[in-house]
Nanobody, 115 residues
Framework: QVQLVESGGGSVQPGGSLRLSCAASGTIFSFNPMGWYRQAPGKERELVATISSSGSTNYGDSVKGRFIISMDNLEITVYLQMNSMKPEDTAVYYC?????????WGQGTQVTVSS
C-alpha cells in the first residue's frame, strides 16, 4: 500500500524557518509531480509548491521567494524549506504525489507561526 508520510511540522516564530519532509513507502516508483498543499481553518486547500521528476517547480503566489521545494528521486522523498515565515503560513500541510490518474495524499502535519 502506497503511503506518504510527512514530518518536520511544528511551531515557529514569525521570520523563522522550518523544513518539512515527505517520504513515500510501499512503492519503488516515484511520483510526477510531488509537492505540498496546505489548508488553514475555514479556508480551501491551496497549492504551496510542486516539483516534477525532471526538477521543474511551481509555487503558490503567497510563498514565492520564501519557500523552496526539492526532491530526492532515489529515496522518493520531497522536502519543503520554509523561510521568512509569516502567521498566515499557519495551516495543515499535506504532501501530494501524482502517478498517472492516481493522486496520493499524506495525513498532514500542523505548522503554526506565532509569536
Amino acid at each position: 500500500q502506497v503511503q506518504l508520510v510527512e514530518s518536520g511540522g511544528g511551531s515557529v516564530q514569525p521570520g523563522g524557518s522550518l523544513r518539512l519532509s515527505c517520504a513515500a513507502s510501499g512503492t519503488i516508483f516515484s511520483f510526477n509531480p510531488m509537492g505540498w498543499y496546505r489548508q488553514a481553518p475555514g479556508k480551501e486547500r491551496e497549492l504551496v509548491a510542486t516539483i516534477s521528476s525532471s526538477g521543474s517547480t511551481n509555487y503558490g503566489d503567497s510563498v514565492k521567494g520564501r519557500f523552496i521545494i526539492s526532491m530526492d528521486n532515489l529515496e522518493i522523498t520531497v522536502y519543503l524549506q520554509m523561510n521568512s515565515m509569516k502567521p498566515e503560513d499557519t495551516a495543515v500541510y499535506y504532501c501530494y504525489g501524482a502517478r498517472g490518474r492516481f493522486n496520493y495524499w499524506g495525513q498532514g502535519t500542523q505548522v503554526t507561526v506565532s509569536s
